[in-house]
């Protein structure tokens, strides 16, 4: 490999952050988080992998609780004031074999390797749910969030911390409130006094049961005043004594244009975060799509679309009116209300399970609840 391959990827990560769960196979959500450092306990455990806590955690937790506390919240700040900068998200997909990175994509093309020949070319990327090479047996492939921060109390002022994640709410969550602050704050969020917080959410998706979006807030007690008088005093200081985090944001963002789609980091195999999510992927027909019968639907809106032809033939013999859709999302089907008689909704209701019980489509929205 040349050396002037080896470009940096981004500020280094000194730990990661990520939600907690329990369980082996059906991994549950829990309402606290880890903060874990990038070396591990030992090796993994019922194929998951086991990272040692980092020492900050300690401080972060209920004060009574010890070594054992729960970290529901944790004070931090940006490390720079554009939301882009310190919020990210794309497709990954992993080889499960040797749980290596194999591919990365942000919905429009993508960057691939093969683990044989050592080789990344480029590839296009249509996402999770329709890519056939994502869909191939002994690939998983899902959205990672990511998001850049540095923790109240660290050593290093040149590291970060990275929040991982799989939520499609998270994601939405903290970019809205990324964006909103950044246009409250003058367009400035570093030094901005901020905590990591749960939020607890339900919905028939969950089966009502709940799971938890990670968000942004201002620390207790900080009013947005106080909060943006404390950033532009400490802005004022570094001026003063020289110092340019404005410079050295760009130089960041010159890092990322040069690394975009970014596999080739010598570190991503030793130290590939475990995502604390419902292995969905093991559910599904592990077949490019292209070897699937073509009888059966191979999306939620075929699926859809037959069940209504069959409802309708079936309610026409009856002289009863077609079904309409009403739809919640138009972005996604994956949550439509059946405005007719049950007849037609068992056709669509079993049309839909029988796609996602034979490899169909992964839920969008807030059917993305378990990704963690």
């Known amino acids: 490999m040349s050396i002037n391959a080896l470009v940096p990827t981004g500020p280094h990560i000194e730990g990661f952050i990520r939600f907690a769960s329990e369980g082996e196979e059906d991994l549950r959500q829990l309402s606290n988080f880890e903060v874990l450092e990038r070396s591990h ?9 086991q990272f040692k806590q980092h020492p900050i955690a300690v401080n972060l937790g209920d004060a009574s609780g010890g070594e054992a506390a729960l970290i529901k919240m944790i004070p931090i700040k940006l490390v720079f004031d554009e939301p882009d900068a310190n919020l990210s998200a794309r497709y990954e997909a992993y080889d499960q074999e040797v749980n290596r990175l194999v591919c990365a994509g942000d919905g429009q093309r993508a960057r691939r390797t093969n683990l044989v020949t050592g080789e990344v070319e480029d590839a296009s990327c249509v996402g999770s749910d329709l890519c056939p090479y994502a869909n191939s047996q002994g690939v998983s492939c899902s959205m990672h969030v990511r998001l850049k921060l540095q923790i109240e109390g660290q050593r290093d002022p040149f590291s970060v911390f990275e929040f991982r994640s799989g939520s499609i709410n998270t994601f939405r969550t903290l970019s809205a409130k990324l964006k909103m602050m950044h246009a409250a704050f003058k ?20 089966n009502f049961l709940p799971f938890y979006v990670a968000d ?9 005043r106080a909060a943006l008088e404390q950033a532009e005093a400490l802005r ?7 110092l340019d985090f404005g410079a050295m944001e760009e130089a960041v963002k010159t890092i990322y244009a040069n690394a975009p789609l970014h596999i080739d980091d010598a570190e991503v195999g030793p130290i590939t975060f475990e995502r604390s999510i419902v292995d969905r992927a093991s559910l599904r027909m592990r077949l490019p799509r292209s070897a699937r019968s073509p009888e059966q639907p191979t999306s939620i809106e075929a699926a859809v679309q037959s069940a209504r032809i069959q409802g309708s033939q079936q309610m026409l013999s009856e002289n009863q009116p077609p079904p309409s859709l009403v739809s919640r999302d138009d972005s996604t089907l994956d949550r439509c209300e059946v405005v007719a008689p049950v007849s037609s909704g068992e056709h669509v209701s ?5 796609v996602q019980s034979k490899g169909g489509l992964q839920q969008a929205g807030e059917a993305a609840i378990f990704s963690i």
């Not at 400035?188 to 998706?205: D, G």
């Not at 942004?216 to 947005?224: A, N, V």
């Not at 004022?236 to 020289?242: A, S, T, W």
């Not at 079993?350 to 029988?354: D, F, K, L, N, Y």
Request: aromatic share 0%; glycine share 8%.
């Open 216 to 224: 942004l807030q201002l620390r207790e007690g900080i009013s947005p």
């Open 350 to 354: 079993q049309a839909v399970e029988a």
């Open 236 to 242: 004022k200081e570094e001026q003063e004594c020289g």
């Open 41 to 49: 306990a030992g090796p993994p455990m019922n194929g998951k992998q």
């Open 187 to 206: 367009s400035k969020l570093r030094h901005i006094p901020l905590s990591l917080v749960a939020h607890e959410r339900s919905s028939a998706i969950s």
